[in-house]
């Protein structure tokens, strides 16, 4: 069983985590996407404010329930405190015991890695694939690292939470029911 880990803060999830996600499915032949939202992410020291954990897990599953493909997790947020990749691979090692993990890096995780929790565990607990977008150094990549090109989405979740607060419409740029969710609980709003 091949199984792909896909971390990340998802304040708020977007079309172009999606997108992404179908792109690493197809090309890396996954059996399945594990969604992953973080709980506390340790290499930003401050949070975007708008979305509780809890908040940011149930409109991950808003944008990606439905694809059998997906499974989000809430594995990082029930254990609390910060999440640190090589916590949550050890634990889907012993969960998913002989399966293949590969984890997926965003082309701008790939310049912090070394500063990550025990950098040389997680290589060797997951095979690394590096989502690009055709327009990053490729010999900057970890050795033995996978490149998935990736289509170019120009959308960032920091974008999205700007948009809120200055009253602009999200449609388009997430899931519907993402879009209905935030705007229901009032989110990202000044």
């Given amino acids: 069983m091949r199984l792909g880990v896909f971390g990340g803060s998802f304040n708020?999830?977007?079309?172009?985590?999606?997108?992404?996600?179908v792109d690493a499915v197809e090309a890396l032949?996954?059996?399945?996407?594990?969604?992953?939202?973080?709980?506390?992410n340790p290499l930003k020291t401050i949070a975007p404010a708008g979305a509780s954990a809890i908040q940011r897990?149930?409109?991950?599953?808003r944008?990606?329930?439905?694809?059998p493909r997906f499974d989000v997790s809430d594995m990082e947020i029930r254990r609390g405190g910060l999440s640190y990749t090589v916590d949550t691979l050890e634990t889907?090692?012993?969960?998913?015991?002989?399966?293949?993990?590969?984890?997926?890096?965003?082309?701008?995780?790939?310049?912090?890695?070394?500063?990550?929790?025990?950098p040389g565990r997680i290589l060797e607990l997951a095979r690394l694939a590096v989502l690009t977008r055709g327009i990053e150094e490729k010999s900057k990549l970890p050795v033995g690292a996978t490149v998935v090109s990736a289509r170019r989405v120009d959308v960032s979740s920091s974008e999205i939470r700007r948009r809120v607060a200055d009253g602009k419409s999200i449609k388009g740029f997430v899931?519907?029911?993402?879009?209905?969710?935030?705007?229901?609980?009032?989110?990202y709003t000044s």
């Fill in 63 to 67: 944008a990606f329930g439905g694809d």
């Fill in 175 to 187: 899931a519907d029911g993402v879009e209905q969710f935030i705007l229901a609980a009032q989110l």
């Fill in 12 to 21: 708020p999830p977007h079309i172009g985590h999606v997108l992404l996600g």
């Fill in 92 to 118: 889907l090692s012993a969960e998913y015991v002989g399966a293949e993990l590969i984890l997926l890096l965003g082309s701008d995780s790939v310049a912090t890695f070394e500063r990550w929790v025990r």
């Fill in 57 to 61: 897990l149930q409109m991950t599953q």
């Fill in 29 to 40: 032949g996954l059996d399945k996407l594990i969604v992953m939202p973080a709980n506390a």
